[in-house]
């Protein structure tokens, strides 16, 4: 790793703070908040963002398929390995957490989720008037396109913070991934961007 994991023994007030908080909704600390506590707030920054995007209008399952699927636009495997364990013990299937890296679901919902927030990567949230209205068309409200774009935002960070530190996936997730589809080759090792 290029940035190395603060360990319990050298962390400050704040990171410890933070590992709490991960002790909490993990039930673990994964190395990604570990190198996120050497920074002065992204550790707080990420775990609130989690926080605060499990109480929006996304299901459990939506919010994890769409981490999936911006981990595979922006090349990261420690967080698509995670986020598509994570979707399998909400009890999506194998084909659901493939189709979320390329933004397809047999599930209607799902399936517009997924491809509002790929729209809103693809387009950097310049959508246009057609596509805002498609999506509404398709049953999204306002309220429902905002949290899937707090979403997006709560991954990328994870996603680029994994990417500059090279974060090694923890043993107990590559234990976990072994048969899980395309959920990301060695730990560690980034894959190319969806197109």
């Known amino acids: 790793m290029r940035i190395k994991p603060v360990t319990d023994s050298h962390a400050g007030p704040a990171a410890l703070a933070a590992f709490d908080r991960a002790r909490r909704r993990y039930g673990w600390v994964p190395n990604t908040v570990r190198v996120m506590a ?6 707080e920054l990420y775990l609130t963002a989690g926080e605060v995007n499990s109480g929006g209008t996304l299901s459990a399952v939506e919010r ?6 911006v981990a595979a636009r922006n ?9 598509a364990l994570a979707a399998a013990a909400l009890g999506v299937g194998p084909d659901g957490i493939a189709g979320a890296g390329t933004a397809t679901s047999t599930d209607e919902r799902t399936a517009v989720v997924l491809t509002f927030a790929a729209t ?3 387009q950097a949230g310049r959508l246009s008037d057609a596509d805002v209205a498609r999506a509404r068309d398709e049953g999204l ?3 429902a396109m905002l949290d899937i774009v707090a979403v997006i935002a709560e991954n990328v960070l994870g996603n680029l913070v994994n990417n500059l530190a090279a974060t090694t996936l923890d043993p107990m997730l590559q234990r976990a991934a072994r048969g899980l589809p395309d959920a990301g080759s060695e730990a560690g090792e980034a894959r190319p961007p969806i197109s």
């Open 38 to 43: 050497r920074g002065s707030a992204a550790a």
């Open 64 to 69: 994890e398929l769409v981490a999936v699927l």
């Open 75 to 83: 090349g990261c495997t420690y967080c698509r390995t995670a986020h």
């Open 120 to 122: 809103v990567l693809a």
């Open 141 to 143: 409200d306002d309220a």
